[in-house]
């Protein structure tokens, strides 16, 4: 069994102070079903290689009398095969990297390097299309190849085996919490007996990402080998966690990126612009993903053409707010039956939002982390598919115009990355490219010869329903 990590960081040979472990010597683990050994194949200033190399006694596992591994036969796959006995060995060799602390370059744990993981024989029960579902949201570029069942005997057909190859920039401890919990959600088995215990490992190493994956139900499903019981409790931890966050950002962002704006009334600017690009698509079912307190909400009620509008938050309070603000219990029948206020995350997939004839996406993606873009994608182009999607975004060249902002600043601190108008482009390009829309884009605002408009926004068309 073997995992190797490798870095071009330079120097490359930083990867020993990461993984805590010498470039210059093997060593060697003693574990309870087995050796691990770590070795460097490579070893230079701009490239380094860890190799994690797991040999497992299964005669000696057979043999045990606590009979907490599960394992019945002389012959099996166990010892050629990431497992679960991958995620321990991780977990005893390379715990202290897996914290991301260091005692003597922590600055160094806490940056994002390049790195490659290669698994050489990974199980995949759901096959290539599950893999990429669990990493590919987690921001890796996945190369899988698939082995035959035996090249012998070529009519056998494929394996459910692959070597897989995770390419990415990241801290090395987030990779090791990434392959430790999705190793054995892969395989969907362990060898050991699952309790409260593996809830508490679940949420310590998913800490960071699992509540966003959009797979995490069925991750944590499998990780707890399918005890309901205790998948439903770590869910509803991430879930509570998770809102928690989610909460408080949205009750900030609106009044601190006003303060910035205000002097050129730009959130007018930007409300209008979007409902006259709703209108223009023709749409007469839309919804507003990231409602807030409902201010395109208004917008949009005026406007007849639109017969069905439905906002969606995950701020509970953001919507009791638009719900005070619009007079939903007090507005006339006819008037009401157009609209609904409904409770969600554009992190998981939600049915209640596919099918409609066009989607805002008014000033969201900046608040997201890479990971939970990637999830965002998914859910609004791929399963919730919208005829157009209207986004909006800070142009963070403008920023320069904004009286009190420093250089480098961005308009609000909740913001992951603010965007120039050629990475717009980029990111608007690629998400056209993969989910087949077009897309177009339009200045927001007072524009600047230099600097462009303060708000950017891409008009994204799925291509049945372009003229071209």
């Known amino acids: 069994?073997?995992?190797?990590?490798?870095?071009?960081?330079?120097?490359?040979?930083?990867?020993?102070?990461?993984?805590?472990?010498?470039?210059?010597?093997?060593?060697?683990?003693?574990?309870?079903?087995?050796?691990?050994?770590?070795?460097?194949?490579?070893?230079?200033?701009?490239?380094?290689?860890?190799?994690?190399?797991?040999?497992?006694?299964?005669?000696?596992?057979?043999?045990?009398?606590?009979?907490?591994?599960?394992?019945?036969?002389?012959?099996?796959?166990?010892?050629y095969v990431a497992s679960s006995f991958l995620s321990v060995a991780i977990s005893q060799v390379f715990g202290t990297a897996m914290t991301g602390r260091s005692r003597d370059r922590q600055e160094l744990a806490d940056t994002q390097i390049p790195l490659e993981a290669t698994i050489a024989v990974l199980p995949c029960r759901g096959g290539e299309p599950l893999l990429r579902r669990l990493f590919e949201p987690l921001g890796y570029v996945v190369d899988a190849q698939r082995h035959v069942l035996d090249p012998a005997?070529?009519?056998?057909?494929?394996?459910?085996?692959?070597?897989?190859?995770?390419?990415?920039?990241?801290?090395?401890?987030?990779?090791?919490r990434h392959i430790?919990?999705?190793?054995?959600?892969?395989?969907?088995?362990?060898?050991?007996?699952?309790?409260?215990?593996?809830?508490e490992k679940l949420?310590?190493?998913?800490?960071?990402?699992?509540?966003?994956?959009?797979?995490?139900?069925?991750?944590?499903?499998?990780?707890?080998?399918?005890?309901?019981?205790?998948?439903?409790?770590?869910?509803?931890?991430?879930?509570?966690?998770?809102?928690?966050?989610?909460?408080?950002?949205?009750q900030s962002r609106n009044a601190e990126e006003e303060v910035v704006e205000e002097r050129i009334g730009l959130n007018e600017l930007r409300l209008g612009t979007v409902t006259a690009a709703l209108r223009a698509s023709g749409a007469s079912r839309v919804v507003d993903l990231g409602c807030g307190e409902g201010r395109l909400l208004r917008l949009l009620l005026q406007e007849r053409a639109f017969d069905e509008i439905l906002g969606m938050d995950v701020s509970i309070r953001s919507l009791e707010i638009a719900r005070e603000r619009l007079n939903l219990d007090r507005m006339p029948a006819k008037q009401r039956e157009r609209i609904r206020l409904i409770h969600g995350s554009l992190m998981y997939r939600d049915r209640r939002i596919a099918g409609y004839d066009a989607a805002a996406v008014v000033e969201v993606i900046e608040h997201l982390d890479p990971p939970r873009l990637r999830a965002f994608e998914r859910v609004v182009f791929e399963f919730a598919r919208p005829g157009t999607v209207v986004v909006t975004t800070p142009n963070r060249e403008y920023n320069a115009k904004f009286e009190g902002l420093a250089a480098g600043e961005f308009r609000h601190r909740d913001h992951r990355f603010e965007w120039t108008r050629e990475e717009f482009r980029v990111w608007s390009e690629a998400v056209a490219n993969?989910?087949?829309?077009?897309?177009?884009?339009?200045?927001?605002?007072?524009?600047?010869?230099?600097?462009?408009?303060?708000?950017?926004?891409?008009?994204?068309?799925?291509?049945?329903?372009?003229?071209?």
């Open 180 to 199: 430790y919990v999705l190793v054995p959600v892969l395989d969907d088995s362990k060898h050991y007996w699952v309790g409260d215990a593996e809830v």
């Open 153 to 176: 005997f070529p009519e056998w057909g494929d394996s459910r085996y692959f070597t897989v190859t995770l390419t990415a920039t990241k801290r090395v401890a987030d990779l090791l």
């Open 434 to 468: 993969r989910f087949g829309y077009t897309v177009r884009f339009l200045p927001v605002g007072p524009e600047d010869e230099q600097l462009g408009a303060p708000t950017q926004m891409g008009v994204f068309t799925g291509v049945e329903n372009s003229d071209a």
């Open 1 to 79: 069994m073997l995992l190797a990590i490798t870095t071009t960081h330079e120097p490359a040979t930083d990867l020993g102070y990461l993984l805590y472990k010498n470039p210059a010597r093997m060593q060697s683990f003693e574990l309870s079903f087995g050796h691990a050994h770590v070795v460097y194949p490579e070893a230079t200033e701009a490239r380094c290689t860890a190799a994690l190399v797991l040999n497992i006694d299964p005669i000696g596992l057979v043999r045990r009398k606590e009979g907490t591994v599960p394992l019945e036969q002389y012959v099996n796959d166990r010892p």
């Open 203 to 250: 949420l310590s190493k998913g800490e960071d990402w699992l509540a966003a994956h959009p797979e995490r139900e069925l991750i944590a499903r499998r990780y707890l080998r399918h005890r309901d019981s205790l998948a439903r409790a770590a869910l509803a931890r991430l879930v509570a966690e998770d809102l928690s966050h989610s909460e408080e950002a949205a």
